[in-house]
């Protein structure tokens, strides 16, 4: 077994393949937090997780107010944590489902449904903060 390496660009498909669709959905539904792209202005088109691109790789960033101290922690775990643990089997794979993604272990298959609302503030904007991946 190889040590998994931390990619740094995914296109958001595989980036939602990684963390998990509905876990990234229900983070990004959280007040005044938005999934964009780290680099560069914001791109609309490419980050969507209700139709997740596969075409362009690009560097995400999760963009949350300051004095949310919960979001960049369960942003880290979603990002490298879970899939590390997932990688050396402590944690079940991702089901990959068309429009979805479940957990394989019993009683967690459950969907959430989220929309994002409006786009994120500049990161350079008072209290406000971002973690890239």
Known sequence: MTAPRFKKT??????????????LRHLTARPGVDLDAALGRPHPLLIDLDRPQDTDSLQHALYFPQDDAETPVAFYVLSRIAPTLRHIGWLPDL????????RTAPGTGQASASSREGRH????????????L
Do not use: N
């Open 10 to 23: 995914f296109t958001t498909a595989e980036f939602a393949d990684v963390c998990g669709l509905d876990d």
């Open 95 to 102: 089901v990959r489902l068309k429009s979805r993604t479940i």
């Open 121 to 132: 503030p500049q990161s350079s904007e008072p209290g406000f903060s971002a973690t890239r």
